[in-house]
């Protein structure tokens, strides 16, 4: 990346932070009793399973023993390599464990690790999710929730750039973004921001993480004019107890508060730094993820959590924009 893209974002974290309305808590204050406000919609958000289904299955049973949630996200990369054989193990393992009813799904690049066409790989996809297509909207308990994926292959094969959105998509985005610009919108991406989350900023960042979007500037534009957009994504595999698992973005000439960007976590293998500008295998054992909560005044609260124990990490509160 360039200096001149790199200058085209500014990470808000601190006192900054909170004069935007952002507030990160340390896992400290989860023990504090808190006041309980009526929840709009609590959804989970997981992604990363990669063919790891014995965590997939924790991680569900421990989901559920925290409180049944309106929806569960799993944000990309479900499967390994895209293959039927592996969508119907995913299934069978979803399945074998309470989660709520609705299931949102994005599309990440592992699922196109395979020789198929394109279009193969997307309507397999849509048949073992039943997502339509690779974006489009939803309302969980009144709360809008944007889904967004690449319209066309991989540009660089496993290396990327992985997402191409095209105009129509951008066009919509920004359309949705606008009609909901009243209250928070919930943005779900499997792949990074450049500069944002975990993995992709900072001086032990992997410097792979500055390509996954062809327009990536085009998408920075649009988000950069919503400070009510929460932007989900995940792919880095980075620990969310890092702190920088989740930040305001400022756009130049966009909205000066920016928008909030949080680190989905993984439920296949921890990764992190190796002091080389890449990155490599911490934990194999460990499971990450997020719980999120949308309150009828507008404030969305984010827990990350252990998704093996339920133990708490971090809490994100992000303050309702009118």
């Known amino acids: 990346m360039t200096t001149t893209r790199r200058a085209f974002l500014t990470t808000l974290s601190g006192a900054a932070a909170a004069a935007a309305g952002t507030a990160l808590l340390p896992s400290a204050a989860l023990a504090a009793p808190r006041p309980r406000r009526a929840a709009a919609a609590v959804l989970d958000v997981v992604s990363d399973v990669q063919g790891d289904l014995a965590d997939l299955r924790r991680s569900l049973e421990t989901l559920h023993g925290l409180g049944t949630a309106d929806a569960l996200v799993v944000n990309g990369d479900l499967v390994s390599n895209g293959y039927v054989s592996q969508y119907e193990d995913y299934r069978a393992a979803l399945d074998s ?38 974006f489009s909207e939803h309302l969980v308990g009144g709360v809008p929730v944007l889904r967004i994926g690449t319209v066309a292959p991989s540009v660089g094969g496993t290396g990327g750039p992985f997402v191409t959105l095209g105009g129509e998509q951008l066009s919509w985005l920004d359309s949705r973004l606008s009609e909901h610009a009243g209250g928070p919108v919930l943005v779900l991406s499997h792949h990074v921001l450049p500069d944002s989350v975990s993995g992709t900023t900072g001086e032990d960042s992997a410097r792979f993480y500055d390509r996954d979007f062809v327009e990536e500037r085009e998408l920075l534009e649009v988000l950069g004019g919503h400070p009510g957009a929460v ?43 190796d002091g080389k500008g890449g990155e490599r295998a911490l934990d194999a054992a460990a499971a990450q993820g997020l719980r999120v909560e949308v309150i009828d005044d507008g404030t969305v609260t984010v827990r990350s959590l252990h998704l093996k124990t339920g133990e708490a990490i971090r809490t994100l509160e992000i303050a309702a924009r009118r």
């Open 97 to 134: 464990r309470p989660h709520p009813e609705v299931v949102l799904s994005t599309f990440g690049n592992h699922e196109q690790y395979n020789n198929d066409p394109f279009d193969t790989q997307v309507d397999r996809f849509a048949a073992y999710t039943g997502m339509p297509g690779v």
């Open 231 to 273: 932007f989900f994504s995940g792919h880095t595999h980075w620990s969310l107890e890092r702190g920088d698992w989740a930040v305001r973005k400022v756009v130049s000439g966009g909205h000066p508060d920016g928008f909030t960007v949080v680190n989905t976590g993984f439920v296949q293998t921890m990764y992190g730094p």
